[in-house]
């Protein structure tokens, strides 16, 4: 069943409509605004706003009284793998960009947001040799791995909200209204893809807002990201590199994208 199928009926939030109505329109093909309106329990106004969103990000073609969906042939990825599937994928990689980034970028006495990423998660557990600390996350997966480490001056806190299983984190209004209590000095921040043109991208918006309030709530941002996720493009943008101050990668980076990141202003790493 889709999700789509599985909401109807229900109070979805704009985000959740949204992804609804790509998931929709890539079943059916294409629909009118009439037939939108009457599935999703909305105005004609309101679904017109929705596909306009859709169409600049070129995921639908609007048509006359209706949108069409648009087959992706711009390298855009449209499935999210599963949790335990990115796990896997360069897991060495990963595990060498947490224990860099944990060891520069990390100092006694810091506020900093971990995000939920298979990369940015495994810092958690290389920050018990710090005697002070403040941690704040929205992964289920984050709070694990630093839980045994958690003290009186070793804080932890996680954010409420809606909890996504397959990217193990919590997201929606709750969660974005947390991120923009706490100041932050660095958030280290993933994403499952990243090129030029699109920038940072993931595939879930409720996701890809979360992300975004963390980003206004840090001094610093440093991207953690394996040379394999460049080149690829997910459904949602999370960040440019204008909004990074530090790249982390390894060394299968491609000459093109280190001049590039390099020309942009941010501090590059190759571990």
């Known amino acids: 069943m889709l999700e789509w199928e599985k909401r109807r009926g229900a109070v979805m939030l704009p985000l959740q409509r949204k992804q609804a ?3 929709y329109l890539a079943d059916k093909g294409a629909a009118t605004l009439k037939e939108l309106s009457d599935r999703f329990g909305v105005s004609e106004m309101t679904i017109r706003r929705d596909l306009n969103a859709l169409e600049q990000e070129h995921r639908i073609r609007r048509s006359h009284g209706g949108a069409v969906y648009q087959e992706q042939t711009q390298g855009i990825v449209l499935d999210e793998p599963e949790i335990t599937v990115k796990q896997a994928i360069n897991r060495d990689v990963k595990e ?21 990423g298979t990369t940015v998660s495994r810092m958690a557990e290389r920050l018990c040799h710090l005697e002070q600390l403040t941690l704040l996350t929205n992964g289920i997966d984050t709070l694990n791995w ?10 932890m806190i996680c954010c409420g909200g809606m909890f996504r299983d397959v ?3 919590f997201v929606g209004p709750v969660a974005e209204e947390f991120f923009s209590r706490f100041h932050a000095d660095t958030l280290f921040l993933s994403a499952l893809g990243y090129s030029p043109e699109a920038g940072f991208t993931d595939p879930n918006l409720m996701d890809t807002q979360v992300k975004k309030m963390m980003i206004r709530s840090a001094n610093k941002v440093v991207m953690l990201l394996d040379s394999s996720k460049i080149g690829k493009r997910y459904f949602s943008p999370v960040a440019t590199l204008a909004d990074i101050h530090v790249f982390v990668t390894d060394s299968g980076l491609q000459q093109g994208d280190r001049e590039r990141i390099e020309e942009s202003g941010a501090e590059l ?3």
């Open 21 to 23: 109505l790509l998931a």
């Open 96 to 116: 060498r960009l947490a224990a860099y980034a944990a060891q520069m970028f990390v100092h006694s006495g810091d506020t900093i947001v971990l995000e939920n």
């Open 146 to 155: 630093f839980r045994p480490y958690a003290t009186d001056r070793r804080q």
């Open 167 to 169: 990217s193990g984190t």
């Open 269 to 271: 790493h190759i571990v």
